[in-house]
C-alpha cells in the first residue's frame, strides 16, 4: 500500500468516524474529493451509481465551501506523527 492510499484509508476512517458515516460512504467522499481536485472526470460509476461510495463521491466532488477533508487530513497527519514517535520510542 502506498503513502497515498493509506493517508486516503486513515482519512476515510477519522470521516467515518467523525461523521458518523458508513465506510463506503467515507471511502467516496475522499475519492470525489481527490478526484476534484485533480480536475478528473468523473467515473461513469459515480455519476449514475446509487450505492454508497457512489453517493459519498458526488458528495465529495461535488462539494465547494469548506472542504472537510482538509480538517480531517490535519488530524490524520497528527495520527500519524504520533504514531511514529511512538514506534521510534519503542526502539529507542
Keep these: 500500500m502506498s503513502i497515498r492510499e493509506d493517508l486516503s484509508e486513515q482519512m476515510s476512517k477519522v470521516l467515518a468516524e467523525q461523521r458518523g458515516w458508513c465506510r463506503e460512504y467515507a471511502d467516496g467522499f475522499v475519492a470525489g474529493e481527490a478526484s476534484r481536485e485533480k480536475d478528473e472526470t468523473i467515473p461513469r460509476h459515480a455519476m449514475v451509481g446509487i450505492d454508497d461510495w457512489a453517493l459519498g463521491f458526488r458528495t465529495g466532488y461535488f462539494r465547494r465551501v ?5 480538517q480531517v487530513q490535519t488530524n490524520v497527519i497528527s495520527i500519524s506523527d504520533t504514531a511514529q514517535k511512538n514506534r521510534r520510542a519503542k526502539t529507542a
Excluded at 66 to 70: A, I, N, P, V, Y
Design 66 to 70: 469548506g472542504s472537510t477533508l482538509s
